[in-house]
């Protein structure tokens, strides 16, 4: 009897200790990605590939709104340099994967700060299909 209890309690320990390995690995699944990962996540919700011709359009384009930016006034026209942002003046690391490998390796970042800017250029948040467009551009920069 002893003997099967502590055979017991042993089990359900490793049970436990499987049991939060995998409960972690679920929550860094769900925020952490490659680029790539990301990407794929973006055109699957909008059942179509990124343009990159359209994904620099929409970066580079302003949309009359009162600020008057576009994406590419404060991260600049080549993401793969430095950007400042133009209301705190603050210098932000380049956008492009390429030149900042710690850019677009977690979701629930990636769309807060999409839903920001996009807000204040685009007046509304960027669709999954906007976001695969500007994605599929920087994925193609190289400093
Ligand atoms: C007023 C300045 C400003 C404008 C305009 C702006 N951004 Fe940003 N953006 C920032 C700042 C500040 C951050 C956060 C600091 C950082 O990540 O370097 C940021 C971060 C981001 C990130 C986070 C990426 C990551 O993985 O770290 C994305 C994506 C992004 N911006 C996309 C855009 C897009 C798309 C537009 C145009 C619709 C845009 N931004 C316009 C200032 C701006």
Redesign the pocket.
Request: charged content about 25%; aromatic content about 16%.
């Given at each position: 009897m002893k003997r099967h209890l502590h055979c017991g309690s042993r089990r359900s320990l490793v049970a436990v200790l499987a049991l939060a390995v995998l409960a972690n690995l679920g929550l860094s699944a769900a925020q952490a990605a490659t680029p790539a990962e990301l990407l794929a996540v973006y055109e699957a919700q909008a059942k179509a590939p990124g343009s990159p011709e359209r994904g620099q359009k929409?970066?580079t384009q302003n949309f009359g709104r009162e600020l008057g930016?576009?994406?590419s006034?404060?991260?600049g026209a080549e993401p793969v340099k430095n950007g400042r942002?133009?209301?705190t003046e603050?210098l932000?690391?380049p956008?492009a994967p390429a030149a900042n490998p710690?850019?677009?390796?977690?979701k629930t970042?990636?769309d807060t700060?999409?839903r920001l800017?996009?807000t204040?250029?685009?007046g509304r948040d960027?669709k999954p299909g906007e976001k695969a467009d500007?994605m599929s551009w920087l994925l193609t920069l190289k400093p």
């Open positions: 929409l970066f930016f576009s994406c006034s404060c991260h942002d133009q209301v603050k932000i690391r956008l710690q850019r677009f390796t977690d970042k990636v700060w999409f800017n996009c204040d250029v685009v960027c500007v």
